[in-house]
């Protein structure tokens, strides 16, 4: 039996403190603004990292709460400016905030979100070495981010991204920009619990490296999803990477590396412009003939059974044991 | 004797850590869009503010150069986005981030500023207090500039924005909104100085009054300087205010005020429509032939006086007396 729904149940707890932080010090006509996006839903798997870590590192999860809060939030702090970056109209199957409240109001709700985090973070257990682990998580996210523009083809004319821009990435590329933009939320949020619980040094870093190798498994099946998910279940529009020219999804590396050069170029060209849904099709099918979904699958499923065996010189508990079944619900879901 | 390039000297000290924290673990192609903004100048008033109330409350001012470093970075922060919101090409006679690096960028700088404020905030005497301090005065910040978004008469074609649009002003709405935009980061610094040398609450109160004051007669002449400013002088455009389509100008307010129902429509069309330089420099001289130049300059007159006044209570000091200094030297700025 999948404990999935249970596991969701966990980081929904921070929901109601999430939304109490959220909201202060706003103006009712702020307020709607503020909750869009958290309202959109989100599976809130940082949370329940940050309480499961914190109870299978000896901790009590309640004095978790407030991190795990700020945690959440951050992740949807980076989303709402991701939606202004790419000019996201949907996310998670709904209108996004700025497709919604416009651009100057999302990028003001994301100055508020930052503020939120910053007094669940003060209010937490720890909170000198918390402020410090959530700045590291946000410089990295930020320069996740600033990378994944780079990843993009074309499609942007300021001058910095076309001289900066990244034609002949490598896996190792890929791999420093997922550590980035995807893994360093996780790790944050495992580590977050550890320190909470005022583990040890080791702990601490093996539910560090727990987030790393989770993250890495999350962002290669978020690519797999994007060129061969079912839209309704994966609530973003199919081919989005391919439309925002993105050479960063792992799928499309791999397949660059297989494809004769023929088919590597015209890949490569529906990348480089304004492609249409034909052609978007096509580069998928061109990826399709690859072994790049397998490659893909087998490289994310090595590092699900890594983050499961880093954990394993913590005490058996049921935190622990759900723990596990969390990186499992990764490879897991809607592939 | 003037001390106003003194003044300037004091803020001045927290450039190298302002620096130091700014580029700290960011990437070299990113250093140069993160230092932009604070290399395009600025006169330090923030950071001034807190070293000298700190030490006029009896403390060392080395204590209190770290969150010195963060106001000033809170007050760029904010312009980063400022630019970003209302579309800037210029601040300070220099070409704005997001008019050399592109949108992307510049939002991605601010979200790093953020972190090295919080990294300036952490390191600093009384931490959990100044994180507070700071928190209050980024979300007052962030609602001063939703509000004075909506002030804007048109230009925005957001379905939020037309709908709340504030097309009725009162000097009591003014008040409100430069509160939040302009006073709320002079108050907090003022704070800040008092937090960290552990002053009395009566000296805390006293200092936040002094910033109160000094943040409403510095935003009245900054919108006097915007309508009747020499450009060379100022930085900015002339007229820009009447160019955004601003009703948030105190000048333009108090001459609405006076002006004969023919000519308050003639003033208030321009605001509302894309218009051209001489409309610009007739909206100019309609203010011009109220009083509403003197009546602005007389309230920030009296708003400095006030401010020297509240510091009344704090024993004398060359501090004290240098932040009398620097609220005159707030209305005698090249009017």
Same mark, same amino acid.
């Given at each position: 039996?999948?404990?999935?729904?249970?596991?969701?149940?966990?980081?929904?707890?921070?929901?109601?403190?999430?939304?109490? #932080?959220?909201?202060? *010090?706003?103006?009712?006509?702020?307020?709607?603004?503020?909750?869009?996006?958290?309202?959109?839903?989100?599976?809130?798997?940082?949370?329940?990292?940050?309480?499961?870590?914190?109870?299978?590192?000896?901790?009590?999860?309640?004095?978790?709460?407030?991190?795990?809060?700020? %945690?959440?939030?951050?992740?949807?702090?980076? &989303?709402? #400016?991701?939606?202004?970056?790419?000019?996201?109209?949907?996310?998670?199957?709904?209108?996004?905030?700025?497709?919604?409240?416009?651009?100057?109001?999302? /990028?003001?709700? *994301?100055?508020? #979100?930052?503020? =939120?985090?910053?007094?669940?973070?003060?209010?937490?257990?720890?909170?000198?070495?918390?402020?410090?682990?959530?700045?590291?998580?946000?410089?990295?996210?930020?320069?996740?981010?600033? &990378?994944?523009? /780079?990843?993009?083809?074309?499609?942007?004319?300021?001058?910095?991204?076309?001289?900066?821009?990244?034609?002949?990435?490598?896996?190792?590329?890929?791999?420093?920009?997922?550590?980035?933009?995807?893994?360093?939320?996780?790790?944050?949020? !495992?580590? !977050?619990?550890?320190?909470? !619980?005022?583990? $040890?040094?080791?702990?601490?870093? $093996?539910?560090?490296?727990?987030?790393?190798?989770?993250?890495?498994?999350?962002?290669?099946?978020?690519?797999?999803?994007?060129?061969? *998910?079912? @839209?309704?279940?994966?609530?973003? @529009?199919?081919?989005?990477?391919?439309?925002?020219?993105?050479?960063?999804?792992?799928?499309?590396?791999?397949?660059?590396?297989?494809?004769?050069?023929?088919?590597?170029?015209?890949?490569?060209?529906? &990348?480089?412009?304004? $492609? +249409?849904?034909?052609?978007? +099709?096509?580069?998928?099918?061109?990826?399709?003939?690859?072994? =790049?979904?397998?490659?893909?699958?087998?490289?994310?499923?090595?590092?699900?059974?890594? =983050?499961?065996?880093?954990?394993?010189?913590?005490?058996?508990?049921? !935190?622990?044991?759900? %723990?596990?079944?969390?990186?499992?619900?990764?490879?897991?879901? @809607?592939?």
């Amino acid at each position: 039996m999948s404990s999935v729904p249970k596991l969701f149940e966990i980081g929904r707890k921070v929901d109601p403190i999430m939304i109490k #932080y959220l909201v202060e *010090g706003a103006s009712e006509d702020f307020k709607p603004i503020l909750l869009h996006q958290i309202e959109a839903g989100g599976k809130r798997i940082r949370p329940a990292i940050v309480l499961l870590s914190c109870e299978a590192s000896g901790g009590n999860p309640e004095w978790a709460i407030w991190i795990a809060a700020a %945690l959440e939030l951050i992740h949807n702090y980076t &989303l709402l #400016y991701d939606d202004i970056i790419d000019r996201g109209e949907l996310r998670r199957g709904k209108k996004t905030t700025r497709a919604v409240y416009g651009d100057a109001m999302a /990028l003001l709700a *994301g100055l508020h #979100y930052r503020e =939120a985090i910053n007094k669940l973070v003060n209010r937490s257990p720890a909170s000198y070495k918390l402020h410090e682990l959530v700045s590291q998580a946000i410089i990295e996210l930020t320069e996740g981010e600033r &990378l994944d523009v /780079l990843f993009e083809q074309t499609g942007r004319t300021e001058r910095y991204i076309t001289e900066k821009r990244i034609t002949t990435p490598s896996w190792e590329l890929y791999l420093n920009l997922v550590q980035k933009k995807t893994a360093s939320l996780l790790v944050a949020s !495992a580590r !977050a619990g550890a320190i909470v !619980a005022d583990a $040890s040094q080791e702990i601490e870093e $093996s539910l560090s490296k727990y987030g790393l190798n989770l993250g890495i498994a999350f962002q290669v099946i978020d690519d797999y999803l994007d060129l061969f *998910g079912k @839209e309704e279940k994966f609530g973003k @529009e199919i081919g989005k990477d391919i439309k925002e020219h993105k050479l960063s999804n792992a799928l499309i590396l791999l397949a660059l590396e297989e494809l004769e050069d023929i088919d590597k170029n015209k890949l490569l060209s529906i &990348l480089r412009k304004e $492609s +249409s849904v034909d052609e978007i +099709s096509e580069g998928i099918e061109l990826i399709k003939s690859t072994r =790049a979904r397998e490659r893909a699958m087998n490289f994310a499923e090595e590092r699900v059974k890594m =983050a499961k065996t880093v954990i394993n010189l913590l005490p058996n508990s049921s !935190a622990k044991t759900l %723990l596990c079944e969390l990186a499992d619900s990764v490879v897991k879901r @809607e592939v």
